[in-house]
């Protein structure tokens, strides 16, 4: 779909959801070939099943369908009798063909929001320049995009902690790595003592049908097997599965969430196919089945929540997405190189490489938000930004797998899984002319240490 397209449902989405009768357009959407029974059944099941829940997933999905798939849509919409919302939408379609920017969201304007019991010719002051208060006074929340707000109030960048020296009790001191403070308070820090650990599956997609386009993704065996060897040695339960179709990547992620995870405390998924671009509310992207059908990372990740899995409720759930981001290819810019290994690789990487770009967003609409539980417990990392391609070379794997497997085993004995990240992306990022720059969603509540 067009971005032309995607930002004119997005923008309607509320109305969409709100009006969509969603019964009556099954077997038009079946007959234009928008969709799949199989997908069909899959949004029918969205949610709690309710006719709000089922049109807001079909909208999201809609996004995923193809260049002609918002005027099938109307087509659809005209079949059904549903003439209102399908002449918005044309009327919309057919002047945005003339000015795309006439259907973008307005930019958000940053708000400063003064402490309670502040006079109001302090809430003038604050308005002109927050940082004028006087000592004592709390600072001011600011509400809008961070590029906007004034300079005195950014964040802070956060050094990291210096190792204090301790009195080691002869006399002498020795330094304390406060990640190791971290490690033995359960507070700080999740408590991953089961033998096993947790399980950990992996999918590895290798070879695509013909019919879907897809190119076979040489070397991801490479991947496959560094990721069963460090996780088997991070004392995990190690399943693989290769060649999935879109379904049975479904059903076999569902059925690792039925398993009674009660004696185990941590779960990993790593899933290494080709992506794609998928419309999401929490958890960008789509990897693809064998079959060429998507399968959204939003819903893998949410195959695993309290619901689904009520024995990982508390219990660190993480995924790994070795999958391409989009068609962009970064060239990056010039820095002082800082690593003897900032080189071109010897071999011509390939990329996981299907549409996957992160249009502008959209101004959420509240039914689309307050209905989702808050995602906790859970780190997706992606192994490159929205956008762009994911490197893989067909004799040594993936950059990012590669990557990864080597910190693993250099630091995952003393470092928390948030640092082990950040020196992956930080390797991947200096990686060849074309660059790359992996990226996490994380809503782990507290510091993850692996056994090792």
Known sequence: MNEADRLLLRLYRVRLVG???????????????????????????????????????????????????????ISCLEDTGQDTLASLLKTSRQAAKQDVEAIRPLDLKPVVLGPEGLKP??????????????????????????????????????RPEVPRAVDAGSGGFTDVCPQDRAKGNADLAYVLNA????????????????????????????????????????????EVKCDLTAKQMVQALMQLARQDHSALDCCVVVILSHGCQASHLQFPGAVYGTDGCPVSVERIVNTFNGTGCPSLRG??????????????????????????????????????????????????EPDAVSSLPTPSDILVSYSTFPGFVSWRDPKSGSWYIETLDSIFEQWAHCEDLQTLLLRVANAVSVKGIYKQMPGCFNFLRKKLFFKT
């Open 19 to 73: 009006e969509l009768q969603v019964a009556s357009l099954w077997d038009a959407l079946l007959s234009r070939e928008l969709f799949t029974p199989d997908m069909i059944e899959d949004i029918q099941r969205a949610g709690s099943g309710s006719r709000r829940d089922q049109a807001r997933q079909l909208i999201l999905d809609l996004e995923t369908r193809g260049s002609q798939a918002l005027p099938l849509f």
């Open 121 to 158: 010719g302090e809430l003038r002051v604050m308005k002109q320049d927050p940082s004028k208060l006087s000592q004592g006074k709390l600072a001011p929340v600011v509400l809008g995009p961070e590029e906007l707000w004034p300079p005195k109030l950014r964040p802070e960048v956060l």
């Open 195 to 238: 033998d096993p650990c947790g399980h950990c599956l992996i999918i590895n997609n290798v070879n695509f049908c013909r019919e879907s386009g897809l190119r076979a993704r040489t070397g991801s065996n490479i991947d496959c097997e560094r990721m069963r060897r460090r996780f088997h040695l991070l004392q995990f339960v190690v």
């Open 315 to 364: 219990k660190p759930k993480l995924f790994f997405i070795q999958a391409c981001g989009g068609e962009q290819k970064d060239h990056g810019f010039e820095v002082e190189s800082t690593s003897p290994e900032d080189k071109t690789p010897s071999s011509d990487p390939e990329a996981d490489a299907t549409p996957f770009q992160e249009g502008p967003r959209s101004i959420d």
